[in-house]
T-cell receptor
């Protein structure tokens, strides 16, 4: 079993939809949680960073961490075609461990 | 603008050939990393370096080698011993090698076999 599980998608939604992306994990020692966005043929860029449990909001993006369920989520409100990318979750207790990424397509 | 520059963007390797991927950063970061990305497998750590003249193997170091002679440079050599080198290679850095540090990435090098 992988330490971090992420549905590969693709997830296809119409423009303006609310998108929910999720990761589950098995290591209860993880304390730092991140979401990266990766456009095709580009490197990942940091989107959200959360320490321990709770919510964090930045514009249209909200990151949630539920340590009791070992589950993290990224919500995108009012999704735009420019949000079409692969979203990678990552988490750390020492070494950074990445999920395999979910491909998102936002249709105009 | 500070960042990480990877070159070349595309690289082709012949059988039995070693190739070197370049990674340069001007962020003044101490720690640098090399990852391999394959479809559906996420990022796998090849090597990392906490400081100049020091580096450690990651999860999939076999068939790869690195050097860290300067703070800003961390080249990766894919040797002929790596039998399946076709992948997207990503270089990253953090201010220090410490838990919880988000990593900054370059835009990758795509390596293919001729």
């Amino acid at each position: 079993q992988k330490e971090v599980e992420q549905d590969p998608g693709p997830l296809s939604v119409p423009e303006g939809a609310i998108v929910s992306l999720n990761c589950t994990y098995s290591n209860s020692a993880f304390q730092y949680f991140m979401w990266y966005r990766q456009y095709s043929r580009k490197g990942p860029e940091l989107l959200m960073y959360t320490y321990s449990s709770g919510n964090k909001e930045d514009g249209r993006f909200t990151a949630q961490v539920d340590k009791s369920s070992k589950y993290i989520s990224l919500f995108i409100r009012d999704s735009q075609p420019s949000d079409s990318a692969t979203y990678l979750c990552a988490m750390s207790a020492g070494k950074l461990i990445f999920g395999s990424g979910t491909r998102l397509l936002v249709r105009p | 603008d500070g960042g990480i520059t990877q070159s070349p963007k595309y690289l082709f390797r012949k059988e039995g050939q070693n190739v070197t991927l370049s990674c340069e950063q001007n962020l003044n970061h101490d720690a640098m990393y090399w990852y391999r990305q394959d479809p559906g497998q996420g990022l796998r750590l090849i090597y990392y370096s906490q400081i100049v003249n020091d580096f450690q193997k990651g999860d999939i170091a076999e068939g790869y080698s690195v050097s860290r002679e300067k703070k800003e440079s961390f080249p990766l050599t894919v040797t002929s011993a790596q039998k399946n080198p076709t992948a997207f290679y990503l270089c990253a850095s953090t201010p220090q090698e410490a838990a919880g540090q988000p990593q900054h990435f370059g835009d990758g090098t795509r390596l293919s076999i001729l």
